[in-house]
């Protein structure tokens, strides 16, 4: 299993983003079974609705919703009052790092789920121990 965060979503989603070009040739990877299922949260779904609503309009956030509702390969966790609380311990344990609450509801569903990788350019999740995929390029 993969997890994928909204940085991974908004690369995919957005042409003139910085990492479009690498998150389309991962995601060929992904479709041909690569790191096996897909999973996120309501809570990243939620962050990139909003993000993809503030740069470029309802119309980019319903589209890309509407990808995601007819995915078959997607599996979303719903964030419930327990998991809630783990992302809650690890949010406050985070001093000194920017992480975001939804950060923190990520990376408590991937321990959840013994998930070690995330499709993701955010260095959260390098932060927090996790494999951030696909790797950064060599300058």
Known sequence: MIFVDTSAFYALEVEDDVNHERAL???????KGRYGAL???????????????????LEAATLFYSKVARSKSL????????????????????????WSFTDCVS????KLL????????????????FVALPSRRKK
Do not use: C
């Open 75 to 98: 599996k979303i966790v719903w964030v419930d009052e327990e998991l809630f609380r783990k992302a809650v311990e690890i949010f406050a344990k985070s001093k000194g790092r920017a």
């Open 39 to 57: 999973v996120t949260t309501d809570y990243v779904l939620d962050e990139t609705l909003t993000l993809l609503r503030s740069r470029h309009g």
């Open 114 to 129: 013994g998930i070690s990788y995330a499709f993701a350019f955010d260095e959260h999740f390098a932060q927090a121990g």
């Open 107 to 110: 990376f408590a569903t991937m």
């Open 25 to 31: 040739e991962f995601a060929e990877e992904l479709r």
